[in-house]
């Protein structure tokens, strides 16, 4: 399967499987369309932020909840009227292009390296990320990869990138990719007794851990900013700016900083604020 035909299948893919409010709105409804990574989703972040939003400004927030490279071209191709995603390089290129308006920092938490418990790469050993992931490579153990070009998808590239393993070299032995989300990912590490990155919420959320453990995590280059953006309505003059807008402004505002900040997951905070005053 060539890489475009890969891109379009994980789309589609993706699209039909998030439950989100249908689109058949009532005339005059007032709502927006937030193209989203799955973490955020999948974390449940939306459900406990988002309701307090749409009380207090009566805008209804629709959230396309997909990897981090659709949630791009879906708004790149204005079907979203604000964008958040967690790759900055990949953010700061779609405002440098002119999709986007300004990009805000929003909030931040990490990634980790997830494996099976008796770690045979011996990756809890390693002094550094890039150290865990050579060891799986020169150990030959099995890594799943989302592999949907995601913001994890791409973090996971520049590790191997930086510890000088190509993947694209590697074949289909030890190095797996899925071309599925974060869940679908972690439920196959799990049935295989595999490693992977992932995102903290996500795993703090996913009830399938089976024999897996955080074997590799607070390291530098694990840091996961996520960032939130206007489309930009000179080239999409459909664009909700006035409600969109208004919904960043909100996110960033000490309410919707404050609720960020309180949301658990296990008694753990998921998610840190980062907006500046």
Not at 68 to 94: C, K, M, W
Request: proline share 4%; hydrophobic share 40%; with cysteine.
């Amino acid at each position: 399967m060539s890489a475009a035909t890969k891109f379009f299948f994980c789309l589609i893919t993706a699209l039909a499987s998030q439950v989100f409010i249908p689109w058949s709105a009532n005339a005059g409804e007032r709502f927006i369309v937030v193209a989203s990574t799955t973490s955020t989703e999948n974390s449940g972040l939306y459900n406990f932020v988002l309701p307090r939003f749409s009380e207090q400004t009566g805008i209804e927030v629709r959230v396309v909840a997909v990897g981090t490279g659709q949630a791009l071209y879906i708004a790149q191709n204005g079907d979203a009227d604000v964008l958040l995603v967690h790759h900055r390089p990949s953010e700061e290129q779609f405002i440098s292009q002119g999709h986007g308006v300004t990009r805000y920092d929003l909030m931040y938490n990490d990634y980790i390296l997830v494996g099976p418990r008796d770690d045979p790469a011996s990756v809890l050993f390693a002094a550094n990320v890039i150290g865990a992931v050579q060891r799986i490579a020169t150990n030959k153990s099995l890594f799943i990869s989302r592999g949907d070009d995601s913001g994890t998808h791409k973090k996971e590239l520049e590790l191997w990138n930086q510890s000088g393993i190509d993947t694209a070299k590697v074949g289909n032995g030890w190095y797996q990719e899925t071309g599925r989300g974060m869940g679908g990912t972690l439920n196959m590490a799990s049935a295989l007794d595999a490693y992977t990155l992932t995102d903290r919420a996500t795993w703090l959320k996913f009830g399938n851990k089976g024999r897996l453990d955080i074997l590799f995590q607070s390291d530098p280059p694990l840091f996961n900013p996520y960032g939130i953006i206007l489309v930009n309505p000179q080239k999409h003059p459909h664009v909700k700016t006035l409600d969109g807008q208004t919904f960043i402004d909100w996110m960033l505002s000490e309410t919707g900083q404050t609720l960020i900040a309180n949301y658990r997951i296990l008694g753990q905070q998921a998610f840190f604020p980062t907006a500046k005053p």
